[in-house]
């Protein structure tokens, strides 16, 4: 009754075929190309190929990060378990997702900021020179942005691609109109398998 495909290495080399027609028509760099198709693979939304920004060095910083064996910071738990740790580890690095620390539960409540947001903050001088992808809460890539412009850390690269309709296209505008490197999904789409895809791309192009 159903033609179903079994094999999973056919099924993932038959879906790249098909997100190749829907990028026929766009001029990518190899390397944003690789990118844009793990997300729009993950999210099953060719509508997403047009959204995707990269700052001009986002590619080449996340890649050189990676093979310096840099660390990846999550704002959930999500994300982090969505990255390779495996291949990860391969390089040097590591992931790390703090929201569920008490110091953060703790600096959360007493400043009445997001747990998302407190674990950047008190991660700041660790995330430095380090990648962030931030796949659900705009307060973490807020708190990024905040910590940059007052000289405190600047990361190799940001992944930002909160999703929601509370400041998460808003907090994506903002990084893209920084000076920080950058991957970003405009508008209010996104959320955690997004950015670990995206993580997960440059993983592969840098092993």
């Given at each position: 009754?159903y033609?179903?495909?079994?094999?999973?290495a056919?099924i993932?080399?038959?879906?790249?075929?098909?997100i190749?027609?829907?990028?026929?028509d766009?001029?990518?760099p190899?390397e944003?190309?690789?990118?844009?198709?793990?997300v729009?693979?993950?999210?099953?939304?060719p509508g997403l190929?047009?959204?995707?920004?990269?700052?001009?060095?986002?590619i080449n910083?996340?890649m050189?990060?990676?093979?310096k064996?840099?660390?990846?910071?999550t704002d959930v738990?999500?994300?982090?378990?969505g990255?390779?740790?495996?291949?990860l580890?391969?390089?040097?690095?590591?992931?790390?997702?703090?929201?569920a620390s008490?110091?953060?539960a703790q600096?959360a409540?007493?400043?009445?900021i997001?747990?998302?947001?407190a674990a950047?903050?008190?991660?700041?001088?660790h995330?430095d020179?380090?990648?962030?992808?931030?796949?659900?809460?705009p307060?973490?890539?807020?708190?990024i942005?905040?910590?940059?412009?007052?000289?405190?850390?600047?990361?190799?690269?940001?992944?930002?691609?909160?999703?929601?309709f509370v400041?998460?296209?808003?907090?994506k505008e903002?990084?893209?109109?920084?000076d920080?490197?950058?991957?970003a999904?405009?508008?209010t789409?996104?959320?955690s398998?997004?950015?670990?895809?995206i993580?997960?791309?440059?993983?592969?192009l840098?092993?």
């Open positions: 009754m033609n179903i495909n079994w094999d999973p056919s993932i080399e038959e879906s790249m075929r098909i190749e027609g829907y990028m026929e766009y001029n990518f190899a944003e190309k690789a990118v844009i198709k793990r729009v693979h993950t999210s099953g939304d190929i047009n959204l995707i920004k990269f700052s001009p060095q986002a910083n996340g050189e990060a990676l093979k064996g840099k660390d990846v910071f738990n999500m994300v982090r378990s990255v390779s740790a495996r291949l580890n391969k390089l040097g690095g590591q992931v790390h997702c703090h929201i008490p110091q953060v600096m409540k007493d400043l009445g997001t747990r998302a947001a950047i903050r008190t991660n700041a001088e995330i020179g380090q990648i962030v992808a931030i796949g659900n809460a307060t973490a890539l807020f708190e942005l905040s910590l940059a412009e007052q000289g405190i850390c600047r990361p190799a690269l940001v992944i930002g691609v909160p999703v929601g400041g998460a296209a808003e907090s903002a990084v893209i109109d920084s920080l490197d950058y991957i999904l405009r508008g789409r996104g959320g398998p997004i950015a670990a895809a993580t997960n791309a440059l993983i592969h840098s092993v």
